[in-house]
């Protein structure tokens, strides 16, 4: 077994991960970096629709502590990424932006969501006021959502199939390019040395610091480390346990699939959708061509109160399905969505995989009492040098490892 010393050792290059990396190396400090995938940013924080949240879909959190929380991260992630990749940052492509239908049954009705709305742009328009220069994905919109004319969308949508619309602000960005930018920040940082295709089994208090262990092509490995950063998303809990740290109560993991699409030629400068406010899904057009697709109701396939998540999730989160696999979920996703979107069905598959989601609710989406729908239990938690690094949201991620790294080196 390989047994080496090192100061700071990262655990999971999503990301969160990566995020702490770049900002310690960014600081002086080297770091090594671990990652169970040949390469960083493969699962969660890569499988998403990529939407950086202003908070507006959490409106069903009444103190609105979720959606100040997502605000903030949002109109952080820009100057987080700038700082990391330099000018590569403002390259990132951007969604078209997205209306808001809701739903005949939306747990909140248009009025209520109208109010949810109006107190996001109360938030946004204090912390512009206390800090100007913020911006949301290189702009600065005035409006965060404003009431839409529901037969201004009919011609696109059926939108006999909802009760308002509302337009927004909100844009998604590209995940793949996002993790092709921050691979190459990585491969690049003299300060940081990425350790990929090697699985964290343990990690071990060791007098003033700890000892991290798994295995890798070559056999077990260990390194000694002073600090550790545990970004590891849906592994993070079982990781913490095993140090002795109880997880807060209530965890469950989810498995999402998503479908990525080309786009007929009608369909390229479509709207952006999310139906709220539920288990309904999202379209996500960019400007490649291509869209991103998701159905809650038949896409989430998995749920689990385990500290880690099944093994049988990890080919679909590695976009490892079969092709028969592959297809099925592909059409039943795209006919479901044909439904209220029409022209989903005639989009060609181009991708079918599926992320973890990590949260905490003993009940779905569906239900208004559901702690899904609170997004505030996240964060850093530092116990000594050892750091568990809960992102939230891909909205999130930068600044919380950019506190997660603030932490690091306040300990060193």
């Known amino acids: 077994?390989?047994?080496?010393?090192?100061?700071?050792?990262?655990?999971?290059?999503?990301?969160?991960?990566?995020?702490?990396?770049?900002?310690?190396?960014?600081?002086?400090?080297?770091?090594?970096?671990?990652?169970?995938?040949?390469?960083?940013?493969?699962?969660?924080?890569?499988?998403?629709?990529?939407?950086?949240?202003?908070?507006?879909?959490?409106?069903?959190?009444?103190?609105?502590?979720?959606?100040?929380?997502?605000?903030?991260?949002?109109?952080?992630?820009?100057?987080?990424?700038?700082?990391?990749?330099?000018?590569?940052?403002?390259?990132?492509?951007?969604?078209?932006?997205?209306?808001?239908?809701?739903?005949?049954?939306?747990?909140?009705?248009?009025?209520?969501?109208?109010?949810?709305?109006?107190?996001?742009?109360?938030?946004?328009?204090?912390?512009?006021?206390?800090?100007?220069?913020?911006?949301?994905?290189?702009?600065?919109?005035?409006?965060?959502?404003?009431?839409?004319?529901?037969?201004?969308?009919?011609?696109?949508?059926?939108?006999?199939?909802?009760?308002?619309?509302?337009?927004?602000?909100?844009?998604?960005?590209?995940?793949?390019?996002?993790?092709?930018?921050?691979?190459e920040a990585l491969a690049k940082h003299p300060l940081i040395e990425l350790r990929a295709s090697h699985r964290v089994d343990s990690v071990a208090a060791d007098g003033g610091g700890f000892i991290v262990a798994g295995q890798c092509a070559s056999g077990p490995w260990a390194i000694s480390s002073k600090q550790v950063v545990n970004c590891l998303w849906e592994d993070r809990l079982r990781i913490d346990h095993g140090l002795g740290l109880t997880p807060p109560p209530g965890w469950v993991h989810r498995l999402k699939y998503r479908v990525i699409a080309r786009l007929p030629q009608a369909m390229r400068h479509a709207q952006s959708v999310t139906m709220v406010l539920g288990p309904y899904g999202d379209v996500v057009v960019r400007d490649d061509g291509t869209a991103y697709f998701s159905w809650y109701p038949l896409g989430c396939k998995g749920w689990s109160h385990d500290l880690a998540p099944p093994a049988s999730w990890d080919a679909p989160c590695r976009a490892e399905l079969s092709a028969d696999e592959a297809r099925a979920v592909a059409k039943e996703l795209l006919e479901a969505v044909d439904e209220w979107y029409p022209g989903a069905a005639r989009c060609e598959p181009l991708l079918v995989d599926a992320g973890a989601i990590v949260g905490y609710g003993s009940t779905d989406v569906n239900d208004p009492a559901s702690g899904l729908h609170d997004r505030t239990r996240v964060g850093v938690n530092s116990h000594g040098g050892y750091h568990s690094l809960d992102p939230g949201k891909l909205t999130t991620a930068p600044m919380f490892g950019q506190q997660a790294a603030d932490k690091v080196l306040q300990a060193l």
């Open 1 to 183: 077994m390989s047994h080496e010393n090192r100061s700071v050792t990262i655990l999971g290059a999503g990301l969160s991960g990566a995020s702490v990396a770049l900002e310690l190396a960014t600081q002086g400090v080297r770091v090594t970096l671990i990652e169970r995938d040949a390469l960083p940013f493969s699962r969660a924080s890569l499988r998403n629709e990529g939407k950086i949240h202003l908070g507006l879909i959490y409106a069903n959190d009444r103190s609105l502590a979720t959606a100040t929380l997502q605000l903030e991260g949002a109109l952080t992630f820009s100057t987080h990424l700038r700082r990391w990749l330099g000018p590569a940052a403002d390259t990132l492509r951007r969604s078209t932006p997205f209306h808001y239908l809701v739903a005949k049954d939306s747990l909140l009705d248009a009025d209520q969501l109208e109010a949810h709305y109006a107190a996001v742009q109360m938030l946004y328009d204090e912390q512009r006021a206390c800090a100007p220069a913020l911006d949301y994905m290189g702009i600065r919109p005035e409006r965060l959502a404003v009431r839409d004319d529901p037969a201004r969308l009919s011609a696109h949508l059926r939108m006999e199939r909802f009760a308002a619309a509302f337009e927004t602000a909100e844009v998604a960005v590209d995940t793949a390019q996002l993790a092709n930018l921050v691979r």
